[in-house]
């Protein structure tokens, strides 16, 4: 096991590396960085003065070079367009995002496990299609979309939420169903697909046998062995949701590292992009790494082999 | 055109939802307040360290400066400034006003101007946007309230910029905090203070009770402005229609249209100072040979229908230009210069003349109002014009325009709202990076335009440049931009072509 757990942690560390590197270069390629620095409109003097002070004078390599060497001694650099700590321009973000991704997966169970349980007790029934076509709806609807869909009906004309801002928990309610909804239907095919393996099973036939009600049988012996894979996913998916709340985040403009990821991209802070594809990078590594423990830790089986 | 829009579906939804809405609650007005949302945060508050609009904003409530332009009558009153006189053809002599109080109490004088204008001028301290303060060599005290101020160059629009981007801050506390204090905790003489700043999210200003009286810059009812920063525009149109803010700006003509409908809100919209136009690349080594012949150049002016493309999709505000500057600015002018009316057939003849009766395949690089630049694609096409659109992030389109690899060019420009040709012009026209006619001609006139103190032979100077751009059709000037601000309909404002919406005058019906 710490074998596996140290050979993960390696690719993590190789992956961060990676992505790192490819962030670092497609900024480069979508254009000259100083001059997206200086800003619309600059003119020769204003251009030539961000390239010298943000280094862009440097062949590129030397540049990743640099700020690698930087980031490996713990610096993170300067924000070129918020012009402070990136590390604390970060960190004063990060709990906004977590609290958004926890939520929304907490979302997602709660609608995908009873979701996922009634299409298999009532499978190919009426209620098993209709779970299944909330799933294809929410797999088919890009978030920002189902997120203005939610805005019209709970801001404009019910006015029972704010439509954007991170101040209160009520600013949170939309984006969570937002962005929960996405995940909520590998959630639901999951325990779907082990809810029926499992209620053909020999025991549930014969926990059935010695007269149980159906209530207990289903959620006491059936789903305590179908929700298994569900825990793993769970890691996986609140990675997923982590990195994916650039989107929900600027629409709702929820003051987290999504927006703030949107916001470096859109003036090219590359600092910052750097620091936040990499964190969510070792983030979503890290919690992969979670979720192949938890399976492992859950399903012996799976150790062995 | 025609493409499925769900971001658009969605806005035209919450409109059609908000019709049926209930009654308002006007949390600003009750209060005097004005909460404002905008699309990007600056990247600090002190002015001289961004170059975003909503900078400009901040930091003409926050700070004042020497001169101020009546946006009315284009005169220039003083400000901090009671008085002004030039000693030379490179130096001013500014009497200042007495009695002026920065928000934490410092006293305004001739020390802050002084310190305030060396600091900025110092390449050292790299000021973001070099343009508006590298034509000071240096500002020395005289006594208390007076100080002269000293060109590198003969520098015919220093008041101008003096009264625009160039704000006075106060010596003592930018001596001990720098830029990075002043963004975090601003400090100036204007008519509102910042009292909460939170990074990338929101910035309140509450009026300043010490502003003083004689300010040009009258001080109204409201108490306190709350800017919001909110990336999506669609987020915004939601937040003015469920009462969420009471203003917000550049909102998209469609959509801008669309809120008309609505009784509790008001859509009203301007010309601002940005110019939209087309570079033709007719300097040596450009990709497009057939750009160098007059003939072609005057073709493609001839085959826009620049009449129509205001009415259906610029938008009210806009306006014809036929030269490339903006006319309020200082020296901008069509007189003399040929005007180019749209004929598609009289096109169709000088490309003909030219050699390419069959057609001619062109590459055109643009980056925003992407339906403008569609059009322009069409009216090309019928006249045998390819045009082959690259629709690219602006740096990356600069990066093309600046290493000779484009031919047609869809541009705009701002001039940093500075009401002069010498922001405008010169950019395209005056050998910078970013000029590919490179006719040494216009240059000259151009660089006599920027260096002569008498403002008629300025004007001149300028004249004959613009007209020369125009008869050897070295770019198509299209049209100003508008502006479409919405807000809630009992707020009172007034649109003024430099993008400032002046809260400290607005007002609650």
């Known amino acids: 096991m710490t074998v596996f757990i140290l050979k993960r942690l390696g690719l993590a560390f190789l992956v961060a590396l990676a992505v790192s590197a490819i962030a670092f270069f497609l900024l480069r390629m979508s254009g000259d960085v100083a001059i997206a620095i200086a800003g619309e409109g600059a003119r020769d003097v204003d251009i030539e003065a961000a390239r010298r002070l943000h280094g862009l004078d440097r062949p590129p390599i030397v540049q990743y070079a640099a700020w690698l060497i930087e980031t490996l001694r713990g610096d993170f650099g300067q924000s070129i367009f918020f012009k ?31 979701l996922g349980v009634l299409a298999a007790v009532f499978a190919n029934s009426w209620i098993d299609r209709l779970a299944l076509s909330l799933a294809v709806v929410g797999q088919a609807l890009p978030n920002f979309f189902f997120a203005l869909i939610l805005v019209m009906l709970f801001s404009i004309m019910l006015r029972w939420l704010p439509v954007s801002g991170s101040s209160t928990w009520s600013h949170y309610v939309m984006p969570m169903i937002a962005l929960g909804y996405y995940v909520t239907p590998a959630f639901m095919r999951l325990v779907r697909a082990g809810m029926i393996e499992v209620l053909s099973s020999d025991y549930i036939r014969t926990a059935r046998a010695k007269g149980l009600p159906a209530r207990v049988v289903i959620f006491k012996h059936a789903l305590r062995n179908a929700v298994m894979p569900v825990v793993a ?73 | 055109m025609g493409k499925f829009n769900p971001g658009k579906v969605a806005a035209i939804g919450c409109i059609a939802l908000a019709m049926f809405g209930t009654g308002v609650a006007l949390a600003g007005k009750a209060d005097n307040d004005i909460r404002f949302a905008y699309d990007q945060a600056p990247e600090s508050v002190d002015p001289y360290f961004n170059n975003v609009r909503i900078g400009v904003i901040i930091g003409q409530h926050v700070w004042d400066t020497l001169v101020y332009r009546d946006p009315d009558t284009g005169e220039y009153k003083g400000q901090l400034a009671q008085s002004w006189r030039r000693i030379d053809d490179r130096t001013i002599e500014f009497e200042l006003r ?93 008519p509102f203070r910042v009292t909460e700043y939170d990074v990338g999210k929101s910035i309140t200003l509450e009026k300043n009770p010490d502003y003083f009286a004689d300010s040009p810059k009258k001080q109204g009812p409201i108490e306190k402005i709350v800017i919001r920063f909110i990336p999506d525009r669609q987020t915004q149109m939601a937040e003015v229609l469920s009462d969420g803010v009471d203003f917000i700006m550049h909102v998209p003509k469609d959509q801008a249209e669309q809120l008309e409908a609505m009784t509790n809100l008001q859509v009203v919209s301007g010309e601002t100072m940005r110019i939209a136009f087309m570079q033709m690349n007719s300097q040596d080594g450009t990709p497009s040979e057939a750009l160098r012949d007059e003939r072609v ?158 403002p008629e032979d300025r004007k001149a100077a300028y004249r004959d440049a613009l007209k020369l751009i125009a008869e050897r059709a070295y770019a198509v ?33």
């Open chain 1, 84 to 114: 402070t700590d990136v590390l604390s321009l970060v960190w004063a973000k990060m709990p906004v995002t977590l609290l958004l991704g926890i939520m929304s997966l907490g979302f997602a169970l709660a609608v995908s496990i009873p």
């Open chain 1, 233 to 305: 996913l769970s890691a996986v998916q609140l990675g997923y949701l982590l990195g994916g709340s650039v989107v929900i985040e600027t629409v709702f403009a929820l003051d987290g590292l999504g927006f703030l990821a949107y916001q470096s991209i859109t003036h090219k802070d590359f600092p910052v992009i750097q620091a936040v594809v990499m964190l969510l990078s070792v983030l979503y590594v890290l919690l992969t790494l979670l979720g192949d423990i938890a399976n492992a830790w859950l399903n012996p089986r799976l150790r062995v082999s």
């Open chain 2, 98 to 190: 007495q009695g002026i109080k920065f928000h934490n109490g410092e006293e305004f004088d001739a020390e802050d101007a002084v310190y305030t204008l060396n600091f900025v001028a110092d390449p050292e301290n790299a000021v973001t946007t070099q343009q508006n303060v590298s034509w000071i060599e240096k500002a020395e005290k005289i006594d208390k309230y007076k100080f002269r101020l000293i060109s590198k160059e003969v520098f015919p629009a220093a008041i101008e910029y003096l009264s625009g981007p160039v704000v006075m801050h106060p010596d003592e506390y930018y001596k001990e905090v720098g830029p990075a204090g002043m963004n975090a905790k601003p400090v100036g003489t204007g």
């Open chain 2, 297 to 454: 150049r005057k073709a493609i002016i001839h085959a826009i229908d620049r009449e129509t493309m205001v009415k259906e999709i610029v938008g009210a505000g806009s306006r014809v230009l036929n030269t490339i500057c903006f006319p309020a600015q200082f020296g901008c002018t069509d007189e003399g210069a040929p005007v180019y009316k749209y004929d598609p057939e009289k096109a169709k003849a000088l490309l003909a003349e030219a050699g390419f009766a069959n057609g001619l395949d062109l590459d055109l690089v643009a980056y925003r109002e992407r339906n403008q630049t569609e059009a322009i694609i069409g009216y090309l096409k019928a006249v045998g014009i390819n045009a082959n659109l690259q629709f690219l992030q602006y740096a990356a389109m600069r990066d093309l325009i600046r290493s000779n690899k484009v031919m047609l060019t869809h541009q705009t420009w701002g001039s940093f709202s500075v009401n002069d040709v010498s922001a405008a012009t010169p950019v395209y026209f005056g050998f910078e990076k970013d000029d590919i006619t490179r006719d040494p001609e216009v240059r000259d006139f151009l660089k006599k335009g920027d260096t002569t103190i008498s």
């Open chain 2, 477 to 509: 000037p299209l049209y100003s931009l508008p502006v479409y601000y919405v807000a809630t309909a009992d707020l009172n404002f007034k649109a003024y072509p430099d993008e400032m919406p002046r809260f400290w005058e607005m007002t609650w019906k």
